[in-house]
């Protein structure tokens, strides 16, 4: 298994300096050549975590091995997008020579709604690689999926939509501030115990075994091990699939796709995945990567592609 400062690419090895402390701007003077003049920037501690680029593709791309502004925002929706992704950049490289007078309300944006009662959370950590962190809002209990930063403006509109009754995290690399959740919220961390380390011992709910466990009649945990040895992803409501780092979107390759740079069993990833084609699903949801909506049938097609991809280079 890669150390899990090797994690997702090369731009991942985080400064100990990075992880300890997140600035809370980038920094003019180590701005980038290869942005676009005019206000928004990416300086060069970026990460090449591609939060930002699927956040507000019009205005943020991949030049080198770090992001960069390749357009200016020229709409105010763009604009606020634009602040969005500022705050949701794990290492704070992305800046503004302005000074945003509407940042409250760009807070206040977060958990983002993408779907009915699922949010995109933001504020995503350099604990967990920049990984994306979802929250879903049930009348049965909400669930928060994976951790984002423990910051206070998202804290606060956690509160406001009920609180967090579960904390499940999909394998040991996207646990981030977790332990200050349970502690604020009082919710049941959920993780295999596979994936069980020194900094998650206290986990409430610690799984074990490979087989299917359903938390409630909406929600069903798959154990897939193969990028970690306790990997699971979570089926919400038999549509949306949230996979960690198990599955994604490839915007470069347009299919679905897994990380094998970055698995500790290839061959074990590759049953995993078979194993999903039990199940129906029109999302996916990943911690990195890009989301995927299609109809179950095609989803299915674009697994079976996946999987046939996967074993061509077992």
């Not at 091990?225 to 919400?236: E, F, R």
């Not at 500790?264 to 590759?270: A, M, N, R, Y």
Request: aromatic share 8%; hydrophobic share 35%; with cysteine.
């Amino acid at each position: 298994m890669l150390s899990p400062l090797g994690k997702h690419h090369a731009r991942l090895e985080i400064s100990k300096d990075v992880l300890r402390e997140r600035r809370t701007m980038a920094r003019i003077e180590q701005r980038r050549s290869q942005n676009s003049p005019g206000n928004f920037y990416v300086d060069d501690s970026c990460i090449d975590c591609d939060t930002c680029r699927w956040m507000v593709p019009t205005v943020f791309h991949r030049a080198g091995e770090q992001s960069a502004v390749h357009h200016q925002p020229t709409r105010e929706s763009e604009r606020f997008q634009a602040l969005q992704a500022l705050l949701a950049c794990p290492t704070a490289s992305i800046g503004s020579l302005d000074k945003p007078q509407d940042i409250r309300q760009v807070q206040q944006s977060f958990p983002t709604p993408i779907t009915a009662n699922i949010y995109h959370c933001g504020y995503h950590s350099a604990k967990s690689f920049g990984a994306a962190s979802y929250f879903i809002r049930r009348p049965e209990g909400n669930i928060l999926i994976d951790s984002p930063r423990f910051t206070p403006p998202l804290v606060k509109q956690l509160e406001a939509l009920g609180g967090i009754h579960y904390l499940y995290l999909t394998h040991r690399d996207d646990v981030a501030d977790h332990a200050q959740f349970q502690a604020h919220f009082g919710c049941r961390r959920i993780l295999h115990q596979a994936d069980i380390n020194r900094d998650t011992q206290g986990i409430e709910l610690p799984l074990q075994g490979t087989e299917p466990y359903s938390l409630a009649e909406d929600l069903l945990i798959i154990p897939v091990p193969g990028h970690s040895p306790g990997h699971t992803v979570l089926v919400y409501d038999h549509q949306y699939l949230f996979t960690g780092d198990h599955l994604a979107w490839s915007a470069k390759t347009n299919s679905l796709t897994a990380f094998r740079r970055y698995c500790h069993s290839w061959p074990d990833q590759i049953q995993s995945m078979r194993q999903l084609l039990q199940y129906d699903f029109t999302w996916i949801l990943p911690g990195h990567g890009r989301r995927y909506h299609a109809d179950s049938a095609i989803l299915r097609h674009e697994l079976q592609a996946c999987i046939a991809a996967m074993e061509a280079v077992a």
